[in-house]
């Protein structure tokens, strides 16, 4: 079974801090991807990668920057936090091909006060 | 502009009843759609799919449906049973490129003993 891992559950920052979320994939799979999941919005693409240090905007990418050092983990970066980036954020890795299947870790729920 | 669109956020079924939960998109090169299941604190999980040159895709009780001259497609479930209770997400891709998914909002399905 695919396993993508994140590092934290729950996150509580302040604004203006540096947040680094963290996510790791066991499963050798050369595209990875950062969403937020907000009620009402569903899931929203904030970043993804299709492989090592290769990175494509997604849909809302302000605020963020992520990094891809090694083909398992997809770091995001919130530069300055800023309380509407209070959200859950969820990781997926997939494996190119025919299908389009991508697999979720369990999410990071952040709240920035 | 959401090119997926889940209208109803909510539905409740009986125990042993069909659930039918609906997506719209509006995008006609859309070429493949997903529907992910997600329970509270996890991940979302996928479920099934379909192309775009099939109109149904069966798999044990979960069935999915797409009219793409109307541009709809459903998820039917039968019979639905309390552990089918999750937030169900709706996904669309374009073949190429980078094959990003672009997710509803999601539907709350209740399945009551």
Known sequence: DVKVTQSSRYLVKRTGEKVFLECVQDMDHENMFWYRQDPGLGLRLIYFSYDVKMKEKGDIPEGYSVSREKKERFSLILESASTNQTSMYLCASRSPGRTDTQYFGPGTRLTVL | ?113
């Open chain 2, 1 to 113: 502009d959401q090119q997926v669109k889940q209208n109803s956020p909510s539905l409740s079924v009986q125990e042993g009843r069909i659930s039918i939960l609906n997506c719209d998109y509006t995008n006609s090169m859309f070429d493949y759609f997903l529907w992910y299941k997600k329970y509270p604190a996890e991940g979302p999980t996928f479920l099934i799919s379909i192309s775009s040159i099939k109109d149904k895709n069966e798999d044990g009780r979960f069935t999915v449906f797409l009219n793409k001259s109307a541009k709809h497609l459903s998820l039917h479930i039968v019979p639905s049973q309390p552990g089918d209770s999750a937030v169900y997400f709706c996904a669309a891709s374009v073949s190429g490129g980078y094959n990003k998914l672009i997710f509803g909002a999601g539907t709350r399905l209740a399945v009551h003993p």
